[in-house]
């Protein structure tokens, strides 16, 4: 089983930047792809969408369109961790932040397709 924690969120205001972490409990976590999705407020109902995409190996990447130039996905292997590097914030980048991992991922844009998840970390933009 692999547990993951997200950390590194807070307010911030436009502009600014902000680099979640996914920390991982299992030495699995190395052959595992992650992906960080993020749901916004007042949507509890809505599946949460997309941001980011990096394979176990490191490459390639991959980004949704709001996130691309704007946001970086990447690994430290040796310490088990993934970073999501976020620069010119948005008031509309405001949402919880949840990073997930699974050793087969098909379609990275789809959350069903990872199993295991982390409790998300809150990111706030403000103006």
């Known amino acids: 089983q692999v547990q993951l924690v997200e950390s590194g969120g807070g307010l911030v205001q436009a502009g600014d930047s902000l680099r979640l972490s996914c920390s991982a409990s299992?030495?699995?976590?190395?052959?595992?792809?992650v992906g960080w999705f993020r749901q916004a407020p007042g949507n509890p109902g809505k599946e949460r969408e997309f941001v980011a995409f990096i394979y176990w190996s490191g490459r390639p990447t991959h980004y949704s369109e709001s996130a691309e130039g704007r946001f970086t996905i990447s690994r430290d292997s040796a310490n088990d961790t993934v970073y999501l590097q976020m620069t010119s914030l948005k008031p509309e980048d405001t949402a919880v932040y949840y990073c997930?991992?699974?050793?087969?991922?098909?379609?990275?844009?789809?959350?069903?397709?990872?199993?295991?998840w982390g409790q998300g970390t809150q990111v706030t933009v403000s103006l």
């Open positions: 299992a030495r699995a976590f190395k052959i595992y792809n």
């Open positions: 997930a991992a699974d050793n087969r991922v098909n379609d990275h844009r789809d959350p069903h397709e990872y199993r295991h």
